[in-house]
C-alpha cells in the first residue's frame, strides 16, 4: 500500500536555507508533488516532478528526487517569513477510475526573524 | 483557489442530522474529489468523481456519500452527522491526463470547517 512520511516540524532563520524531507513506498508513482498550506486556506500547488526526473529548478524552490530510495526533498532558498506554512508532499497512482493523491501528514515550518 | 467554491465555508451542527456541502467549478474539469483533513492525518480521500454521475470511494467514504448531476458541482452528504465528522473538508479538481494541462496536478477550493456537536 501507499504511505507517504515527513517529519512533523522544521525551524529555520530568516535568509537560510529550508529542506524539507520526504519518503514514499509505491515505485509506481507518477508525479510527485508539494503542496503549501497557509492557516485557514486551502492547498495550493508549489511543484510537481515527474518520476523520470532527478531535480526540478523553480526560482527559489528545488525538488530533488532519489527514486532509489524513493526519497523526495524539497529546497527553499533565502527562506523568508511568509513562507511559514504546512508543507506537504503527495505521490500520484492509479486507483480505481482516476489517479489518486497520497499525502504526508505535513511538516510545518516555522522561519525565525 | 480560482475557479473551485466551496459552501458553507462555516457549519456547525447537531449529532444525528444530515449536512450537505457543495464544491462547483469553472474549469471544466473532468475529475473532482472530496478530502478531509484532521491533524496528524494530512488530507485522506472521501469520494471521488470522474465524470457526470461517475464516483467512487476513496480511502475513507464510510459515513459518506455523494452525487455529480452535472460538471461543474460535485456535493458530499453526510447522512447522519457525528462528532468524529467533524473535519475540515476539501475540494479538488483536476483535467484528465494527457490533455492539454498535462499532469494530473489537483487544485483545492479554500475548504469547509465542519463542527459536529
Given at each position: 500500500g501507499e504511505d507517504v512520511e515527513q517529519s512533523l516540524f522544521l525551524s529555520v532563520r530568516e535568509g537560510d536555507s529550508s529542506v524539507i524531507n520526504c519518503t514514499y513506498t509505491d515505485s509506481s508513482s507518477t508525479y510527485l508533488y508539494w503542496?503549501?498550506?497557509?492557516?485557514?486556506?486551502?492547498?495550493?500547488?508549489?511543484?510537481?516532478?515527474?518520476?523520470?526526473?532527478?531535480?526540478?529548478q523553480d526560482q527559489r524552490l528545488t525538488v530533488l528526487l532519489n527514486k532509489k530510495d524513493k526519497h523526495l526533498s524539497l529546497r527553499i532558498a533565502d527562506t523568508q517569513t511568509g513562507d511559514s506554512a504546512i508543507y506537504?508532499?503527495?505521490?500520484?497512482?492509479?486507483?480505481g477510475s482516476a489517479r489518486q493523491l497520497t499525502f504526508g501528514s505535513g511538516t510545518q515550518l516555522t522561519v525565525l526573524p | 483557489d480560482a475557479g473551485i467554491t466551496q459552501s458553507p465555508r462555516h457549519k456547525v451542527t447537531e449529532t444525528g442530522t444530515p449536512v450537505t456541502l457543495r464544491c462547483h467549478q469553472t474549469e471544466n474539469h473532468r475529475y473532482m474529489y472530496w478530502y478531509r483533513q484532521d491533524p496528524g492525518h494530512g488530507?485522506?480521500?472521501?469520494?471521488?468523481?470522474?465524470?457526470?454521475?461517475?464516483?467512487?470511494?476513496?480511502?475513507?467514504?464510510?459515513?459518506y456519500s455523494v452525487s455529480r448531476s452535472k460538471?461543474?458541482?460535485?456535493?458530499?452528504?453526510?447522512?447522519s452527522a457525528t462528532s468524529s465528522?467533524?473535519?475540515v473538508y476539501f475540494c479538488a479538481i483536476s483535467d484528465a491526463p494527457g490533455t492539454a494541462s498535462g499532469t494530473d496536478t489537483q487544485y483545492f477550493g479554500p475548504g469547509t470547517r465542519l463542527t459536529v456537536l
Amino acid at each position: 500500500g501507499e504511505d507517504v512520511e515527513q517529519s512533523l516540524f522544521l525551524s529555520v532563520r530568516e535568509g537560510d536555507s529550508s529542506v524539507i524531507n520526504c519518503t514514499y513506498t509505491d515505485s509506481s508513482s507518477t508525479y510527485l508533488y508539494w503542496y503549501k498550506q497557509e492557516p485557514g486556506a486551502g492547498l495550493q500547488l508549489l511543484t510537481y516532478i515527474f518520476s523520470n526526473m532527478d531535480m526540478k529548478q523553480d526560482q527559489r524552490l528545488t525538488v530533488l528526487l532519489n527514486k532509489k530510495d524513493k526519497h523526495l526533498s524539497l529546497r527553499i532558498a533565502d527562506t523568508q517569513t511568509g513562507d511559514s506554512a504546512i508543507y506537504f508532499c503527495a505521490e500520484s497512482l492509479l486507483s480505481g477510475s482516476a489517479r489518486q493523491l497520497t499525502f504526508g501528514s505535513g511538516t510545518q515550518l516555522t522561519v525565525l526573524p | 483557489d480560482a475557479g473551485i467554491t466551496q459552501s458553507p465555508r462555516h457549519k456547525v451542527t447537531e449529532t444525528g442530522t444530515p449536512v450537505t456541502l457543495r464544491c462547483h467549478q469553472t474549469e471544466n474539469h473532468r475529475y473532482m474529489y472530496w478530502y478531509r483533513q484532521d491533524p496528524g492525518h494530512g488530507l485522506r480521500l472521501i469520494h471521488y468523481s470522474y465524470g457526470v454521475k461517475d464516483t467512487d470511494k476513496g480511502e475513507v467514504s464510510d459515513g459518506y456519500s455523494v452525487s455529480r448531476s452535472k460538471t461543474e458541482d460535485f456535493l458530499l452528504t453526510l447522512e447522519s452527522a457525528t462528532s468524529s465528522q467533524t473535519s475540515v473538508y476539501f475540494c479538488a479538481i483536476s483535467d484528465a491526463p494527457g490533455t492539454a494541462s498535462g499532469t494530473d496536478t489537483q487544485y483545492f477550493g479554500p475548504g469547509t470547517r465542519l463542527t459536529v456537536l
